[in-house]
């Protein structure tokens, strides 16, 4: 449901706009809005199921993402909907480590690999499966269903997890939130997620580009010094430098980099070249939706014996040819089946790297890792985004189709750089 809401609302962005009278740059902010938020404040949400616990921090999250889907569903005008995704974006970030902590610390071996596939394979077909979802809703019921369908559904978790959930013992963490590190992190993360969205749009050789990858930098130096005064910390900064962990946040990186780099090019490569509907479009993707499930689940059963890095290998490669295939021969069946193809590696990535960053973490710091993993998840959908819209821009523009090819050709190159860099730091299957 989360990862869903960043792509379900792309195809009803011009019927928002319509019926809103909104500008450009407001809808744009309807993407980005839910984007930054969500990944701006994802550590804080992870400290936050430490301290407090992740069975609390997930019924909380869940209504008050019900609460602002409800009003994304009702707005009447563009302070209102923006109001709603971003109080959904805060929503989310409390929601997703919380959930993830749940997973690490209810599931053992074996048994927390599948849970992870599970996992990893809704998240990762989400993109794909918020445009057919989009294109569905948008066609029939109207814009505002998108938003409204989370209310039930939302609902419906709380009261079964609050049924279902085990209780935890009293957190382990002592301490309290380290908010001036908390409004550092977040905005030093918010100003990278912009710095990226809006170099899409304007290109990276920018002044204020760089001006605001500068103020990025600086805050996140401020950050690191500000946790090793706090009396508690937001987090330990040791561990970004432990080797699983380092090596799943570069394989959530590039993994959702990659797939949402498909999801970008394919949405419009689908529609403007080809000249298929939103609907049609929808549909098309979910072949791809159901090969990032199908990989992620068939990597969750064998990790356990393939060891992590053999999969981040042989992930990576198959990520590669898939996504060669549409920038070799044109056309919209080359595209969907390479498409479908990448799928099936970009899945198994997400396997691997919540398995590999996340399966020696001690129980207290599991909100923590959670969240980081999190983080570099929309960081590697900003990333993706921003990169393949600035490389495909005058396809996108509808004036030839040389971007297409471009984008699809660099997430390939980027796939078995990715490869080989896999093969050297990603720990073994005997490794502790």
Avoid: C
Wanted: proline residues 4%.
């Amino acid at each position: 449901m989360l990862i869903l809401d960043v792509t379900v609302v792309a195809i009803a962005l011009p019927h928002m706009g319509a019926d809103l009278d909104l500008p450009r740059e407001t809808l744009t902010w309807v993407v980005s809005g839910y984007t930054l938020a969500f990944g701006g404040l994802l550590l804080l949400g992870g400290r936050a199921a430490d301290l407090f616990g992740a069975r609390r921090l997930v019924l909380a999250g869940l209504l008050l993402f019900a609460a602002a889907s409800l009003t994304a569903g009702l707005a009447t005008s563009g302070p209102m909907l923006l109001a709603g995704r971003v109080a959904q974006g805060m929503a989310a970030a409390m929601l997703s480590p919380a959930a993830l902590s749940l997973i690490i610390t209810i599931f053992d071996g074996d048994e927390r690999n599948r849970a992870l596939g599970i996992w990893s394979a809704l998240g990762g077909s989400g993109a794909a499966l918020g445009v057919l979802l989009g294109g569905l809703l948008t066609a029939g019921p109207g814009w505002a269903w998108i938003f409204y369908i989370n209310v039930p559904v939302g609902l419906v978790l709380l009261f079964t997890l609050r049924s279902h959930l085990p209780a935890q013992a009293a957190p382990a963490t002592r301490g309290s939130l380290d908010v001036p590190g908390a409004a550092l992190v977040t905005a030093a993360t918010a100003a990278l997620i912009y710095a990226l969205i809006r170099a899409g749009d304007h290109g990276w050789a920018t002044w204020p580009t760089a001006a605001l990858l500068l103020v990025s930098a600086v805050l996140y130096g401020a950050f690191v010094a500000r946790q090793r005064l706090a009396a508690s910390p937001l987090m330990n900064v040791r561990l970004l430098t432990r080797r699983p962990v380092a090596t799943g946040i570069l394989l959530i990186l590039v993994a959702t980099a990659l797939m949402i780099m498909m999801f970008f090019l394919g949405t419009f490569a689908l529609q403007k070249h080809h000249g298929y509907g939103a609907l049609t479009t929808g549909l098309l993707f979910l072949p791809v939706a159901l090969s990032t499930m199908l990989g992620a689940n068939v990597a969750g059963r064998i990790i356990g014996r393939t060891g992590p890095r053999t999969l981040a290998v042989a992930g990576l490669v198959i990520a590669a040819a898939g996504l060669a295939l549409p920038a070799i021969w044109a056309g919209a069946a080359a595209m969907v089946a390479g498409m479908a193809i990448a799928a099936a590696g970009t899945g198994s990535l997400f396997v691997v790297a919540s398995a590999t960053a996340l399966g020696q973490v001690a129980p207290h710091e599991a909100g923590l890792a959670s969240g980081i993993v999190s983080t570099f998840h929309e960081f590697g959908a900003s990333l993706g985004a921003a990169v393949v819209s600035s490389m495909a821009a005058a396809s996108i523009a509808g004036t030839n189709t040389v971007g297409f090819s471009r984008g699809f050709t660099t997430g390939a190159i980027v796939a078995v750089v990715t490869a080989i860099a896999a093969l050297a730091i990603t720990p073994g299957a005997r490794s502790r």
